[in-house]
């Protein structure tokens, strides 16, 4: 009776033993990295060459085709894009999982009355979690002249 | 090896292959573009014409002075590429779909005689790192 109480208690030490070691070596690492990558990205150069004042709505449509969000009766253009922002890794026992964190970069537009681009704003989520949204919001809430030539 | 340790080299193989690549919004070459539409001339085809060839838009802008569609593109028998609408049905009278990375964005710019003034196809371009400046 004593012998197998003591076999019992060996087992669940060792199977606290076992627990405790593939808790120690399981685990997830976040890795991140500056942007790269990314699907249907928008350059710099693309933005830089709409000039407010010149470049029209057709313009842009030209060269972007339709945009991700049309707001205020096309008076905004919202385009967006997605970028890699880091990497994810779980692992544990006998098996591993891996993960690209993905963030979305926005670019706003806002056009005149008479169709011409008025002013653009380009947003860079700092992390991929951060919602940039807002950020939009207010830039769209700015009223803005457009700049003197 | 384990398989978890396996697994986790495979994807960091992918990850490093594909990181310094990305797809860029571009405007297809004019050249491409007349080869795969060849009924869209600038200043001579109708909107009536492409409405008729091409149906509903999928957006209009500016009182339907701006029409845009969904273009698939696919290899042809002959070997060639074409563009295809995405709302155009087979024999099946299923919508022609495509994976997102051959979407294509036909935009078409009417002038006041309702005739085609400007188009451009834009697609999602593979680049490798270096080869454009992005934003960050």
Redesign the interface.
């Known amino acids: 009776m004593k012998c197998t109480r003591s076999n019992a208690r060996v087992m669940l030490g060792r199977m606290v033993l076992l627990a405790l070691t593939g808790l120690g070596l399981s685990g997830c690492i976040i890795l991140p990295t500056?942007?790269?990558?990314?699907?249907?990205?928008?350059?710099?150069?693309?933005?830089e060459s709409f000039e407010p004042g010149k470049s029209t709505?057709?313009d842009i449509?030209?060269?972007?085709?339709?945009p991700a969000e049309r707001l205020k009766e096309?008076r905004f253009f919202v385009?967006q894009?997605k970028?890699?922002h880091g990497?994810f890794?779980a692992?544990?026992?006998?098996?591993?999982?891996?993960a690209?964190l993905l963030a979305t970069?926005s670019l706003g537009i806002e056009f005149t009355p008479d169709?011409q681009l008025k002013r653009v704003k380009?947003i860079?989520p700092w992390l991929p979690l951060t919602d940039k949204r807002s950020s939009l919001e207010e830039w769209m809430a700015e009223e803005r002249e457009l700049p003197h030539p | 090896m384990r398989i978890g340790d396996l697994k986790i080299g495979l994807f960091l193989v992918s990850v490093l292959l594909l990181a310094g690549c990305a797809t860029v919004v571009v405007p297809l070459d004019p050249q491409l573009v007349t080869e795969r539409l060849p009924f869209i001339r600038d200043g001579k085809t109708s909107k009536e014409e492409v409405l008729s060839r091409l149906g509903e838009p999928y957006s209009r802008y500016e009182g339907e002075q701006i029409l845009t569609y969904v273009m698939c593109e696919d290899l042809s028998l002959d070997g060639g590429r074409r563009l295809s609408h995405t709302r155009t049905t087979d024999t099946k009278g299923e919508a022609v779909r495509c994976s997102p990375e051959r979407t294509n964005n036909l935009i078409l710019v009417f002038g006041p005689d309702d005739l085609v003034e400007r188009h451009s196809v834009v697609l999602l371009n593979l680049v490798k790192r270096g080869s454009v400046e992005l934003w960050r």
Do not use: M, Q
Request: no cysteine; aromatic share 12%.
């Open positions: 500056p942007s790269h990558g990314g699907v249907g990205v928008i350059t710099k150069e693309t933005i709505r057709a449509l030209l060269r972007l085709g339709d096309d385009y894009w970028r890699i990497y890794f692992g544990g026992g006998y098996s591993g999982v891996g690209t970069h169709n380009v860079h």
